[in-house]
């Protein structure tokens, strides 16, 4: 197999997705496909090249039961622009390659991340590292910005008067607040954006991070459409019962009452609709 | 904190679990507990130390919610016998730190798996890649373990033959089967443990592989029995349900008859509770 | 940028490169070249792009001084058919992703690394691990042959019965030597790519490992020339001295007879000769 | 083998190494020790325990030959406190464990990195990511002291009203500067600990960090003190030098003129110096 060929993913090459008030995701480069993934698995199996729709079956059953090393024979590289706030919970996944703009080398530019009024919350009560959902009034929303703003402002003149005066770049810096943006090469592989996506598309993820995620769904989805709907399906949509939970699922559901056929009329395949039955067995 | 003090772990070490007819697992050394958990966590929220029943709740909370970093600070290392086909398979993870019998310094010793004749079964119909249920014959049994015995002797003693015409090692050990055992030192932290649990205590993992599994699940349980109970009923013995499935279990499952105080009865917490009603919310 | 145009390369894609006597590494795709190893490490100094000659002058800067990261953004994939024992060394390298033949799922095929005569050889005596220069007599090598084929042959007879009276194929496998051919894909960033290929193009790898290193070697310079040509000045043919040896080095040796002139007439870059000297101060 | 004991080690456990002006480093909890290192190499070779003396020849050897595996079954775990454009560099590591404190649930403490007055310097002419080695004047000093320590002040006043108004604290910390002091629990093997000390003691390294990274050396060499020799002779204090580099060093250095006397004489062992002498073959 040559490079593969999506022209809808070609299309998206270097197209900024803007992100927040300055910030951005482009993709820069990808390597692979939905046939690339199906292609990885069949060496597995020792079976020669198939049609597409066996290849979103063969997906779905990769998905399905967590064999997740051909997601891996996919790769996506972004460039993005986000705040350092941002960019300190986004590093936390280690399994991908980065180059970031260096503070020590080059001078910071003047971006700093505003938010827009609707972004600013009040701190959740059932949530301790998280926003709560009732409107903050208005004359608070401006006091926040005013504050940001201004002294946004005033520590980068500061940041810029000891450039000036020739102060180290790499000191200096530290001068410069965590709505600051920076800028880096990001690479990682189609199965570690997923665990990346599923944290950060997550409604418990900080709104800011969210934002990059799912600017990045949309292109992960171009990518390669089957491995996302196979991921939405079984990942981002799918939800895990404890044992607890079970037991009492069990308790208050009768599975007898529903048949293959009934399955089988709402999507499910041979397969899936058995191992569904299974699970929900006394 | 000084080292952390567990004397039913510390019972534990060196203890030889056999395993297959001439394997192993060895806790060799070990570092943190449960303890150790809560430690890590409570330094992400800036609290001091606690009871050890706020520990249990909180490495639930850990575990239910997939912050895994927590786990990762305790750290197992065992010395294991095993099969060269075992190996192949254990290796896979990507996450240990590993040091091995080398057979192109060493001579390799004259060890090899044989199966119980219980172990002896057909190819499965249903799963490609797993053994049928049904009894194999007595006779088609002993067959195949005359062929494997056999065959094991003869190699050897060709391989030993090479070694002592000085044949380079290296080169005189690609005779030797895959039945050969080989030993290593095998090192790894609890969350990466627990995902290579359980995918190897897993009934599709392959038999041979699933009792080195098993071994090593009794001392895990026994070096942090906390997080090894949040593991099974959050891990092990927890379902996932997929998009389409959850819209079948939402038509025929009505949570509005589950009431707190019922689940409260059957040993949730309340936030627990409330996080289960919420998910089968329509 | 769009994806990178390399004509070599692309060229090279699906070309089978024969290693032993039926095994080869194809090149099934890559992303990157050496224009994006500088396009990444530019995104630290915020600099646009450059000219050709100037990318070599950075990547032999980044590579003489261990960045890198920017060599982590260049991806290569690969079909590889190798023996057992070689698939074993090489799996040791976690940083790729791999997706292998499953003789869980499927019958092995009946194919056999067979050396030929003049990689047969004596034990090394003063390497523990390697072999001895000196040429084994024909007639042992004859017999080492005759050893490996017939008990090749048989115990595949054997294994095809056991597959034909229907054992299970994960259990008939055990019985197959180490020197039985798998398949895999395998992928990998350029950075650990230089890393495997630094250990295994050693004169201290096992041979039959040293011949796919070779091979994928090849692939390498074409797919990222001017970082190939830094990886072997910098790399594959530099040399480390210990503190101890320094000291040797620097009693005998007078840097002062070396001037910058005579360095940069030898092809010594204006700051690699200042680093030159610096490295040589007493 | 049970726990190891190392009661140098033991001692400093919990011990604060204090790190610029309110940071530090604590080593919280350690496996492993010299002898676990010879032991895992052992494995390898199928012999059994050796004498301490033995022990530091196999580990010097290991180091050597870059056999780096048995290194990584010594594991680390330290307690410190750093600002965060420190934690940024840090964090790059990525074969590491990390739990940190959470400002998204946490409020941040009133505690910012104020540089002594000797660590303030001009930017580098020579080194584009680094300080001058000249003094800069007392008055400028001043004034970057006075910048630096007067908007911490505001900031953090700033920070308090926002999270006294009861904005979410995931957003108002953004309003803090690169300087504020974060703490984490951070997990490392030995093998990837030297690797992150070679760096991070660099002259090139900035000053901030090299603070914490010579703490940890400190620290390093008490935990298992023969593998930090051989990581000081062998890697920390050698040179590597490239193949043009060699080219003249081979021009100029005659190595006939050293007897295997002389360098056993200046601590070579026998081994050692075959391997130098062969280094400098022409």
Same mark, same amino acid.
Request: charge should be negative; proline fraction near 3%.
């Given at each position: 197999?040559?490079?593969?060929i999506?022209?809808?993913?070609e ?6 997705? +803007? ?6 995701? /482009? &993709?820069?480069?990808f ?11 069949? %060496? ?13 079956g063969?997906i ?13 024979m %996919?790769e996506? *590289?972004?460039? @993005? +622009? ?10 936390r996944?280690?399994?991908?390659? @980065? ?7 080059? @001078? ?5 991340? @505003?938010?827009?009024?609707g ?6 009560k ?14 608070? /929303? ?20 000891? %450039? =000036?005066?020739? !102060? ?6 530290i001068h #410069? ?13 189609l199965?570690? &954006? ?12 900080q ?10 769904? =949309? !292109? ?16 981002l *949509?799918?939800?895990t019962?404890?044992?607890l939970?079970?037991? %009492? ?7 007898? +009452?529903?048949?293959?056929?009934? &399955? ?13 039955l299974?699970? #929900?067995? +006394?």
């Open positions: 197999m040559a490079h593969s999506n022209p809808e993913a299309k998206l090459l270097d197209k900024e997705f +803007k992100c927040l008030n300055a910030g951005f995701v /482009r &993709l820069i480069d390597m692979g496909s939905d046939e690339s993934i199906g292609q990885a698995a069949r %060496v597995s199996y020792g079976k020669g090249t198939k049609t597409v729709n066996e290849d979103r063969l779905r059953y990769l998905m399905r039961h967590r064999h997740t090393t051909p997601f891996e %996919v996506l *590289k972004f460039h @993005v +622009k986000l705040p350092i706030f941002v960019a300190r919970q986004w590093i996944h280690r399994t991908a390659n @980065v180059n970031e703009y260096s503070g020590r080398y080059s @001078v910071m530019k003047d971006e700093f991340y @505003v938010p827009e009024t972004a600013i919350h009040y701190q959740s059932s949530n301790m590292q998280g926003r709560a959902p009732e409107n903050v009034p208005a004359e608070l /929303r401006h006091k926040v910005l005013e504050i940001l703003t201004s002294t946004q402002r005033q520590t980068y003149a500061e940041y810029e008067q000891m %450039v =000036e005066e020739d !102060i180290a770049r790499e000191l200096a810096r #410069l607040p965590l709505s600051l943006y920076t800028e880096w090469y990001w690479k990682i592989d199965h570690n &954006l997923f665990h990346f996506l599923a944290l950060r598309l997550d409604r418990h993820a709104y800011e991070i969210r934002v990059y995620a799912e600017a990045m769904a =949309e !292109i992960t989805n171009t990518v390669a459409p089957m491995a996302w709907e196979a991921f939405e399906d079984y990942g *949509k799918a939800k019962f404890s044992r939970e079970l037991e %009492v699922l069990k308790q208050f559901f009768d599975p007898s +009452k529903i048949t293959k056929e009934y &399955l089988e009329s709402k999507g499910f395949g041979k397969r899936e609709a058995d191992e569904f299974e699970k #929900l067995e +006394k």
